[in-house]
Nanobody, 114 residues
Framework: QVQLVESGGGSVQPGGSLRLSCTAS????????MSWYRQAPGKERELVAA?????TYADSVKGRFTISRDNAKNTVTLQMNSLKPEDTAVYYC??????????WGQGTQVTVSS
């Protein structure tokens, strides 16, 4: 059973940094593409960054966010720098199997406000 547990969310002032972590269990982590999504109030969930065969970022976070994975520890991390108020959202960890099925974490709130 796939289990994804996010941590590291919180409140920060504009320009600050946060580091989100997702710890995975119940599957062969190295075989899965991992990604971070976010959903702001009243908006659809959107892809933030993904790491699998290639690493991709949403245009809105390029140069500010960095996704990385540690296959030995079954973790995927999102380092977020130069945070802006528009980065405020619930951030979700996602695992995609080789067959395309997706699993989600419970989400962690990130609030950027002065």
């Amino acid at each position: 059973q796939v289990q994804l547990v996010e941590s590291g969310g919180g409140s920060v002032q504009p320009g600050g940094s946060l580091r989100l972590s997702c710890t995975a269990s119940g599957f062969t982590f190295s075989n899965y593409a991992m990604s971070w999504y976010r959903q702001a109030p009243g908006k659809e969930r959107e892809l933030v960054a993904a790491v699998g065969g290639i690493t991709t970022y949403a245009d809105s976070v390029k140069g500010r966010f960095t996704i990385s994975r540690d296959n030995a520890k079954n973790t995927v991390t999102l380092q977020m720098n130069s945070l802006k108020p528009e980065d405020t959202a619930v951030y979700y960890c996602n695992a995609r199997s080789p067959l395309g099925s997706r699993s989600w974490g419970q989400g962690t709130q990130v609030t950027v406000s002065s």
